[in-house]
């Protein structure tokens, strides 16, 4: 992905060949914010790109990037913009001139990239080429997709409008599987990390983030699919379990599916379990536990003995247990898959037959 800098003694704007540089809105992903910030920032205090392509397309080199990367850092800690500004422009100012246009490869290590082994499949950038994102959000976030260091910067900063465009963009972009896989989830993974290494001082990120993960899964789900005897897959918490948005996600990708789903939320009652289960008379139950204290075997196995319909041909629903409180607690004869992508298969499965 070849991204070269221009010494500003250089030629001007015109010798810049098309397609060098990011463009405004991808230099936005990759810092958590909104593009209209950057523009701002561009306008107001001059932190502009140093390369034009003609007209008012703008193109971002590594040294760009570096300085609305600081511009981040610093106005994060709670300085003013134009405070902040003013420090990242005098700090430019005291560099040495710089050096001739880097290789590729240094180039987008010089934008907080590693540069990935080559492939041939690599020979042409994809969007969902897997880079190591390092500092910059403050959350320790390893081996994942770019977009988790700009979503953990917008949730780090409460910026609520850059936080909902850069999630609706990885969904969008990736498909909803993939995003809540390799992007959204890591990302909460690595808030939750922070919060319990820091006396609960991120508290608010956390929450922040995952409402707005929440809100995002409801404006891009489809329409709910209209019920078709037998085919129901009925989702719910057990009894004293809270933790809904993994149990949020699967309803959202069955949804795409056009699977009709009955999503009951958290902490689900006994008795209103079993009243739902009888009343919608389901293909599949999906019982999600965050904690080995609220997964209960008895209960799985009572779900999955309930029968209905007429005799001779009563049915049961197929019982899944799932998320990480089922761990070493496996029923058995029940299916648990292990991840998003698996529970969906099973349920697609179950449905079709």
């Known amino acids: 992905m070849g991204v070269h800098e221009r010494d500003s003694r250089g030629p001007?704007?015109?010798?810049?060949?098309?397609?060098?540089?990011l463009t405004t809105g991808e230099v936005a992903r990759r810092l958590g914010v909104a593009p209209t910030t950057v523009r701002t920032w561009d306008r107001r205090y001059g932190l502009g790109p140093a390369v034009h392509t003609g007209g008012?397309?703008?193109?971002w080199t590594p040294g760009d990037v570096a300085r609305l990367e600081r511009m981040c850092a610093l106005t994060a800690t709670g300085i003013p913009p134009a405070e902040a500004a003013r420090t990242v422009l005098g700090?430019?100012?005291q560099q040495p001139a710089r050096a001739a246009p880097a290789p590729p490869e240094a180039a987008g290590e010089a934008a907080g990239e590693e540069a990935p082994a080559r492939r041939d499949e690599d020979?042409?950038?994809?969007?969902?080429v897997r880079v190591r994102s390092r500092a910059g959000s403050g959350l320790r976030l390893g081996d994942v997709r770019q977009e988790c260091k700009g979503i953990a910067r917008a949730a780090l900063r409460l910026d609520a409008s850059a936080l909902d465009e850069l999630l609706e963009t990885a969904i969008a972009e990736h498909g909803l599987v993939a995003a809540w896989t390799e992007v959204i989830m890591p990302t909460l993974q690595a808030v939750g990390r922070k919060w319990e290494s820091s006396g609960e001082r991120y508290v608010e990120v956390e929450h922040f983030l995952s409402w707005h993960v929440s809100g995002a899964l409801r404006r891009g789900a489809p329409p709910t699919a209209a019920d078709r005897p037998g085919a129901t897959v009925v989702l719910a918490c057990v009894p004293g379990e809270n933790h809904t948005l993994p149990l949020e996600v699967l309803a959202a990708a069955l949804a795409e599916r056009g699977l009709p789903v009955r999503m009951f939320g958290g902490a689900l009652p006994v008795e209103s379990l079993v009243t739902a289960v009888r009343r919608t008379g389901p293909a599949a139950v999906a019982l999600w536990a965050q904690s080995r204290t609220t997964a209960s075997r008895p209960l799985a196995q009572h779900v999955a003995?309930?029968?209905?319909?007429?005799?001779?041909?009563r049915r049961k629903p197929v019982v899944l247990t799932i998320g990480p409180g089922w761990s070493g607690r496996t029923v058995p004869g029940l299916p648990r898959p292990t991840g998003l992508a698996e529970a969906v298969a099973v349920l697609e499965t179950v449905v079709s037959r």
């Open 56 to 59: 008012r397309h703008r193109r």
């Open 12 to 21: 001007g704007p015109e010798s810049a060949p098309v397609g060098v540089g």
């Open 91 to 93: 700090e430019a100012t």
């Open 123 to 128: 020979v042409a950038p994809r969007p969902s």
């Open 305 to 313: 003995a309930m029968e209905w319909g007429v005799r001779g041909a």
